[in-house]
Protein backbone atom coordinates (compact mmCIF):
# COMPACT_ATOMS: atom_id res chain seq x y z
CA UNK A 1 0.00 0.00 0.00
CA UNK A 2 1.04 3.32 -0.56
CA UNK A 3 2.32 5.21 2.34
CA UNK A 4 3.37 2.08 4.33
CA UNK A 5 7.50 1.39 4.60
CA UNK A 6 8.32 -2.12 3.31
CA UNK A 7 10.19 -4.27 6.28
CA UNK A 8 13.94 -5.31 5.22
CA UNK A 9 14.20 -8.72 4.52
CA UNK A 10 16.75 -11.31 5.56
CA UNK A 11 15.57 -10.34 9.43
CA UNK A 12 17.47 -8.02 11.78
CA UNK A 13 18.94 -10.31 14.52
CA UNK A 14 18.63 -9.80 18.31
CA UNK A 15 18.38 -6.39 19.42
CA UNK A 16 21.60 -5.05 21.58
CA UNK A 17 20.03 -4.87 25.18
CA UNK A 18 20.64 -9.09 24.62
CA UNK A 19 24.40 -8.52 24.39
CA UNK A 20 24.20 -6.36 27.75
CA UNK A 21 21.69 -9.10 29.41
CA UNK A 22 24.20 -11.93 28.18
CA UNK A 23 27.11 -10.28 29.90
CA UNK A 24 25.73 -9.34 32.51
CA UNK A 25 24.33 -13.67 32.83
CA UNK A 26 28.32 -15.22 32.38
CA UNK A 27 29.30 -12.10 35.41
CA UNK A 28 26.62 -13.65 37.67
CA UNK A 29 27.18 -17.01 36.69
CA UNK A 30 31.09 -16.35 37.40
CA UNK A 31 29.99 -14.50 40.97
CA UNK A 32 28.18 -17.90 41.53
CA UNK A 33 30.99 -20.43 40.67
CA UNK A 34 33.67 -18.42 43.23
CA UNK A 35 30.98 -18.50 45.81
CA UNK A 36 30.75 -22.80 45.47
CA UNK A 37 34.45 -22.61 45.13
CA UNK A 38 34.89 -20.71 48.34
CA UNK A 39 32.38 -22.82 50.56
CA UNK A 40 34.70 -25.61 49.93
CA UNK A 41 37.55 -24.32 51.39
CA UNK A 42 36.82 -25.82 54.57
CA UNK A 43 40.98 -27.18 56.14
CA UNK A 44 43.55 -24.92 57.31
CA UNK A 45 46.30 -25.97 54.71
CA UNK A 46 43.60 -24.86 51.76
CA UNK A 47 42.59 -21.16 53.22
CA UNK A 48 46.58 -20.87 53.33
CA UNK A 49 47.02 -21.90 49.83
CA UNK A 50 43.84 -19.28 48.72
CA UNK A 51 45.99 -16.31 50.32
CA UNK A 52 49.77 -17.90 49.00
CA UNK A 53 47.34 -17.45 45.80
CA UNK A 54 46.45 -13.93 46.38
CA UNK A 55 50.12 -12.90 46.97
CA UNK A 56 51.70 -14.21 43.96
CA UNK A 57 48.91 -12.84 41.75
CA UNK A 58 48.80 -8.94 43.47
CA UNK A 59 52.37 -9.09 43.94
CA UNK A 60 52.27 -8.12 47.58
CA UNK A 61 52.74 -9.61 51.00
CA UNK A 62 48.99 -10.43 52.13
CA UNK A 63 48.59 -11.50 55.29
CA UNK A 64 46.42 -14.12 56.28
CA UNK A 65 44.51 -11.71 58.90
CA UNK A 66 43.99 -9.24 56.09
CA UNK A 67 41.70 -11.92 54.23
CA UNK A 68 40.26 -13.27 56.99
CA UNK A 69 39.99 -12.95 60.84
CA UNK A 70 38.52 -16.01 61.31
CA UNK A 71 38.50 -19.35 59.96
CA UNK A 72 35.08 -21.09 59.65
CA UNK A 73 33.89 -23.26 57.07
CA UNK A 74 31.08 -21.09 55.49
CA UNK A 75 30.68 -19.29 52.62
CA UNK A 76 29.75 -16.30 53.66
CA UNK A 77 32.53 -15.77 56.21
CA UNK A 78 35.78 -14.90 53.84
CA UNK A 79 33.44 -11.63 52.71
CA UNK A 80 32.34 -10.55 56.38
CA UNK A 81 35.86 -10.80 57.56
CA UNK A 82 37.50 -8.57 55.20
CA UNK A 83 35.41 -5.72 55.87
CA UNK A 84 36.02 -6.13 59.36
CA UNK A 85 39.48 -6.60 58.73
CA UNK A 86 39.79 -3.50 57.04
CA UNK A 87 37.98 -0.86 59.69
CA UNK A 88 39.78 -2.87 62.50
CA UNK A 89 42.95 -2.03 60.73
CA UNK A 90 41.42 1.55 60.36
CA UNK A 91 40.69 2.12 63.76
CA UNK A 92 44.03 1.09 65.69
CA UNK A 93 46.24 3.11 62.86
CA UNK A 94 43.95 5.77 64.01
CA UNK A 95 44.25 4.94 68.16
CA UNK A 96 40.67 5.81 68.32
CA UNK A 97 38.95 2.03 68.71
CA UNK A 98 36.35 1.93 71.60
CA UNK A 99 35.04 -1.48 70.99
CA UNK A 100 37.03 -4.91 71.11
CA UNK A 101 37.82 -6.29 67.42
CA UNK A 102 36.99 -9.75 66.63
CA UNK A 103 39.99 -12.54 67.20
CA UNK A 104 42.46 -13.41 64.66
CA UNK A 105 43.36 -17.40 64.05
CA UNK A 106 47.08 -16.48 64.43
CA UNK A 107 48.59 -14.65 67.34
CA UNK A 108 48.51 -10.62 66.25
CA UNK A 109 51.41 -7.98 67.51
CA UNK A 110 49.83 -4.88 68.77
CA UNK A 111 49.87 -2.08 65.93
CA UNK A 112 51.37 0.79 68.82
CA UNK A 113 53.09 2.86 66.07
CA UNK A 114 51.73 3.56 62.65
CA UNK A 115 53.65 2.08 59.69
CA UNK A 116 53.48 0.14 56.69
CA UNK A 117 53.96 -3.65 58.09
CA UNK A 118 52.49 -7.08 58.53
CA UNK A 119 51.27 -8.32 62.01
CA UNK A 120 52.01 -11.56 61.47
CA UNK A 121 54.06 -13.14 63.74
CA UNK A 122 53.80 -13.01 67.32
CA UNK A 123 54.49 -11.49 70.51
CA UNK A 124 56.75 -13.51 73.13
CA UNK A 125 56.70 -11.78 76.95
CA UNK A 126 59.13 -11.97 79.36
CA UNK A 127 59.71 -11.55 82.78
CA UNK A 128 59.31 -7.74 84.09
CA UNK A 129 62.94 -6.33 84.35
CA UNK A 130 64.70 -10.25 83.95
CA UNK A 131 65.82 -11.56 79.99
CA UNK A 132 64.00 -14.86 81.17
CA UNK A 133 60.99 -15.90 78.94
CA UNK A 134 57.40 -16.75 80.44
CA UNK A 135 57.24 -20.78 80.54
CA UNK A 136 55.70 -20.93 77.01
CA UNK A 137 58.35 -20.17 75.51
CA UNK A 138 59.30 -22.84 73.54
CA UNK A 139 55.73 -23.32 72.61
CA UNK A 140 55.42 -19.52 71.20
CA UNK A 141 59.13 -19.83 69.08
CA UNK A 142 57.50 -23.11 67.32
CA UNK A 143 54.49 -21.88 66.69
CA UNK A 144 55.51 -18.21 65.18
CA UNK A 145 58.76 -20.13 63.32
CA UNK A 146 55.68 -22.48 62.00
CA UNK A 147 53.85 -19.34 60.51
CA UNK A 148 56.81 -17.39 59.20
CA UNK A 149 59.20 -20.00 57.43
CA UNK A 150 59.05 -20.40 53.66
CA UNK A 151 58.47 -16.79 53.28
CA UNK A 152 60.73 -14.32 51.64
CA UNK A 153 60.00 -11.29 53.83
CA UNK A 154 62.36 -9.97 56.98
CA UNK A 155 61.30 -9.97 59.86
CA UNK A 156 61.53 -8.00 62.88
CA UNK A 157 62.26 -8.49 66.37
CA UNK A 158 61.52 -5.57 68.69
CA UNK A 159 62.02 -5.59 72.14
CA UNK A 160 60.26 -3.93 74.59
CA UNK A 161 60.26 -3.52 78.93
CA UNK A 162 59.05 -2.20 81.48
CA UNK A 163 58.95 1.27 82.53
CA UNK A 164 59.34 -0.14 86.14
CA UNK A 165 62.73 1.13 87.01
CA UNK A 166 65.50 -2.02 87.15
CA UNK A 167 65.96 -3.20 90.52
CA UNK A 168 69.48 -2.79 92.44
CA UNK A 169 72.33 -5.29 91.00
CA UNK A 170 70.16 -5.94 87.90
CA UNK A 171 73.21 -6.92 85.36
CA UNK A 172 71.80 -4.99 83.00
CA UNK A 173 73.04 -0.82 82.74
CA UNK A 174 69.73 0.15 81.50
CA UNK A 175 66.21 -0.73 79.73
CA UNK A 176 67.96 -0.66 76.36
CA UNK A 177 70.38 -3.74 77.60
CA UNK A 178 67.63 -5.52 78.73
CA UNK A 179 65.67 -4.88 75.32
CA UNK A 180 68.44 -6.21 73.52
CA UNK A 181 68.68 -9.17 75.55
CA UNK A 182 65.52 -10.07 75.56
CA UNK A 183 65.36 -9.93 71.59
CA UNK A 184 69.08 -11.87 71.23
CA UNK A 185 67.05 -14.78 72.96
CA UNK A 186 63.98 -14.64 70.68
CA UNK A 187 66.45 -14.27 67.70
CA UNK A 188 68.54 -17.48 68.84
CA UNK A 189 65.19 -19.32 69.03
CA UNK A 190 64.00 -18.50 65.69
CA UNK A 191 67.27 -19.45 64.44
CA UNK A 192 67.27 -22.69 66.34
CA UNK A 193 63.73 -23.31 64.63
CA UNK A 194 64.79 -22.61 61.07
CA UNK A 195 64.16 -19.45 60.39
CA UNK A 196 67.26 -17.86 58.07
CA UNK A 197 69.56 -15.72 60.29
CA UNK A 198 69.74 -12.91 56.97
CA UNK A 199 65.94 -12.44 57.54
CA UNK A 200 65.92 -11.25 60.93
CA UNK A 201 66.35 -7.48 61.98
CA UNK A 202 66.55 -6.39 65.74
CA UNK A 203 65.29 -3.37 66.73
CA UNK A 204 64.78 -2.01 70.15
CA UNK A 205 62.24 0.11 71.93
CA UNK A 206 63.09 -0.24 75.11
CA UNK A 207 60.95 1.44 78.06
CA UNK A 208 59.45 3.40 75.44
CA UNK A 209 56.44 2.04 73.96
CA UNK A 210 54.33 0.61 76.89
CA UNK A 211 51.13 -1.34 76.22
CA UNK A 212 49.74 -0.32 79.78
CA UNK A 213 50.56 2.62 82.37
CA UNK A 214 48.09 0.97 84.49
CA UNK A 215 50.04 0.43 88.39
CA UNK A 216 48.24 -3.01 88.33
CA UNK A 217 51.05 -5.76 88.12
CA UNK A 218 49.69 -7.93 85.54
CA UNK A 219 48.75 -5.13 82.90
CA UNK A 220 52.50 -3.95 83.72
CA UNK A 221 53.97 -7.24 82.73
CA UNK A 222 52.52 -7.53 79.60
CA UNK A 223 55.03 -4.03 78.96
CA UNK A 224 57.96 -6.78 79.26
CA UNK A 225 57.70 -8.81 75.49
CA UNK A 226 59.15 -8.88 72.23
CA UNK A 227 56.68 -8.49 69.02
CA UNK A 228 57.92 -11.07 66.18
CA UNK A 229 56.43 -9.21 62.93
CA UNK A 230 56.88 -10.26 59.21
CA UNK A 231 57.54 -6.63 57.28
CA UNK A 232 56.51 -5.89 53.46
CA UNK A 233 60.51 -6.30 52.98
CA UNK A 234 62.00 -9.01 50.72
CA UNK A 235 65.13 -10.46 52.28
CA UNK A 236 66.99 -10.55 48.68
CA UNK A 237 66.38 -7.31 47.86
CA UNK A 238 68.67 -6.40 50.63
CA UNK A 239 72.06 -8.50 49.85
CA UNK A 240 73.21 -5.42 47.99
CA UNK A 241 74.93 -5.53 44.83
CA UNK A 242 78.46 -7.14 43.26
CA UNK A 243 78.41 -4.41 41.13
CA UNK A 244 79.49 -0.52 41.46
Known sequence: MAGLKEEPSGGGGAPEWVLTYGDMMSLLLTFFIMLAALSEVKKKDEFEMLAEALRRRFGKFVALDEIALYYKPTVATPLKSVSQGREKVSRTLEGASKTKGPQGREPRVTAIRPGDEATT??????????????????????QIAKTLSGKPQKIEVRGHTSPRPLAPGSPFRSHWDLAYAECLKVMEGLIAAGIEPERIRISIAAANEPIWTDPDPEKRQQN????VSLLNELARDLKGSSTP
Open 121 to 142: GGVIFFKEGSDEPEDTFREKIA
Open 224 to 227: ARVE
